[in-house]
């Protein structure tokens, strides 16, 4: 069980800590991890997720009990935290629709990626990978659709279309997904020499994330409503991993998705949770402090769910 914390998780948040504290003692300036951090989430990892789904073999790939006991469970907790901010914190509802979004979006990508790989092998990313590929579509339509609904209380219907569609093909990673669709279904090659210059750029792609991932985490201060705070990291990180367990329990999911699904859950709120409350305007420091403290937790929760999964 210790083992799997030095071997599995830690790397993964030497690196973070490396961007964190090379950034925090003034080596790398915010400046400096933004254009890491643009070039990691604006090419390097679309590019990864373009040439893993354009080779991926989708008849295999895309169980629908994989993703049923996903986003599920994802839209269950999405819920639940926006009932229970409304009910316990008694926030606004638009408050409580930015702080559902954080219980919603998990870090797939950044932290999902990076540990799964580590813990179980390259060869068994495929769930992974199929999680993401409907990920940032499925979480920005649910947040983006329910935020404008309040917003308009049921009066702005184009706009809302509007705004979901906007933010929908503006993001990278989405524009990554469906290229790789778009070849994967054509049946059309990869050039060599194309695949071999893609393959070179993913190479950078995970870990210089998570030496960005670190300085970013700079700028965060953990501060705001700490219960709401709390509420959110036991949401993301204990009740999503656990109802995604359930789910595949129950549907008989093969062993190397159910651990996909699982750990893709554990993880801590992404950055895009703040992204979404930064655009409303709304429970930004819950947000912010969110996927710090949470980010920091996962550490000791995933240990948690690697132990449980064996």
């Known amino acids: 069980m210790f083992q799997s914390l030095i071997d599995v998780i830690l790397p993964v948040f030497l690196v973070i800590g490396a961007g964190y504290l090379s950034t925090r003692l003034g080596y790398f300036r915010e400046i400096h991890i933004d254009g890491l951090m643009k070039f990691t989430q604006g090419f390097a990892i679309p590019c990864l997720l373009f040439l893993a789904i354009a080779h991926l073999d989708l008849s295999a790939s895309f169980d629908p009990r994989l993703l ?130 893609l393959s070179l750029i993913t190479l950078a792609a995970l870990p210089g994330a998570l030496f960005a991932l670190g300085g970013v985490l700079v700028q965060y201060r953990p501060e705001g409503d700490l219960r709401a705070i709390v509420f959110v990291c036991c949401i993301s990180l204990i009740l999503h991993p656990s109802l995604v367990w359930l789910f595949g329990t129950t549907l008989s999911l093969p062993q190397d998705l159910f651990r996909s699904g699982v750990l893709t859950a554990a993880m801590a709120p992404g950055f895009n949770a703040y992204i979404f409350a930064n655009i409303y305007g709304r429970a930004k420091r819950v947000a912010a402090s969110s996927v710090l403290i949470g980010t920091a937790a996962s550490i000791l929760s995933v240990w948690l769910w690697l132990t449980l999964l064996g």
């Open 68 to 197: 049923a006991s996903f986003y599920a469970a994802a839209g269950l907790c999405f819920l639940i935290g926006m009932v229970g901010a409304r009910l316990i914190f008694r926030r606004e509802w638009e408050d409580c629709i930015a702080i559902g979004f954080c219980c919603l979006f998990s870090n797939s990508v950044l932290l999902g990626l990076p540990i799964t790989e580590r813990a179980f092998g390259p060869g068994n990313l495929t769930g992974n990978y199929a999680i993401i590929a409907f990920h940032s579509p499925f979480c920005y339509c649910v947040g983006i659709t329910v935020m404008e609904v309040f917003r308009n209380r049921g009066n702005g219907g184009a706009r809302m279309i509007k705004s979901v569609l906007s933010v929908m093909f503006k993001n990278a990673l989405i524009l990554g997904i469906a290229l790789g669709f778009a070849v994967n279904l054509s049946g059309l090659g990869i050039p060599a020499v194309v695949d071999e210059a």
